[in-house]
């Protein structure tokens, strides 16, 4: 397991920044403790998982 230094050139980085950012933009202006600030926080959390799988580099 090893650093990505080409992390930015694939589509999945791009993807999950823009779901974290959209969902911190709706975390912002939703009410808590609901079924869609439920939603956002899974959103995030699936936006930072992509994140860091293209940060680590795969033992191919």
């Known amino acids: 397991m090893r650093f990505n230094r080409l992390f930015y050139r694939q589509i999945e980085f791009w993807l999950g920044v823009m779901l974290v ?3 911190l933009v709706f ?3 939703g009410q808590a403790l609901t079924i869609s ?3 956002t926080i899974v ?6 998982a992509l994140i ?3 940060l680590i ?4």
């Open 21 to 23: 950012l959209a969902g």
């Open 27 to 29: 975390l912002l202006i």
């Open 37 to 39: 600030w439920w939603l």
């Open 43 to 48: 959103e995030i959390l699936i936006g930072v």
């Open 52 to 54: 860091v799988d293209c």
């Open 57 to 60: 580099d795969s033992w191919r």
